[in-house]
């Protein structure tokens, strides 16, 4: 199966299990893959053949932007079902999200969470 990336996708949002999360916010940072059959874009050359990916993009900043989760594990699975409902060409979705700069004391480069997700 081919596949469509789309790599260090910044958004800010309010999810966290920490009030401080809800309420302040913080960035998400999004690599999503889709899987998807690529085979007649590559012959037409026409957009209408595969996913676009800005309209993608669109469907996940709605959901880091728009709405609050107290788990990342939800934001992300909340943003494959959207995916899936409205890129019927999708067959499968890896997405992960990270956390520059959660509330845990330390040293470290980010913390996150990777789905993989089969359309149902």
């Known amino acids: 199966m081919d596949k469509i990336h789309l790599k260090g996708c910044r958004f ?5 299990a920490f009030v401080e999360e809800q309420t302040l916010g913080q960035i998400f940072v999004i690599d999503c893959t889709l899987l998807v059959d690529l085979e007649k874009a590559a012959q037409s050359d026409d957009l209408v053949d595969t996913v676009h990916y800005g309209l993608v ?8 932007e728009q709405h609050k989760y ?8 909340a943003i494959c079902q959207d995916i899936f409902q409205e890129f019927p060409a999708v067959q499968a979705i890896t997405i992960k999200i990270s956390k520059q700069n959660p509330p ?6 980010a913390v996150g969470i990777e789905l993989e997700r089969q359309r149902p």
């Open 57 to 64: 993009f669109e469907t996940i900043k709605k959901q880091v």
């Open 104 to 109: 845990i004391n330390g040293h470290y480069d």
């Open 70 to 77: 107290k788990l990342i594990e939800r934001l992300a699975g």
């Open 12 to 16: 800010y949002g309010y999810h966290g």
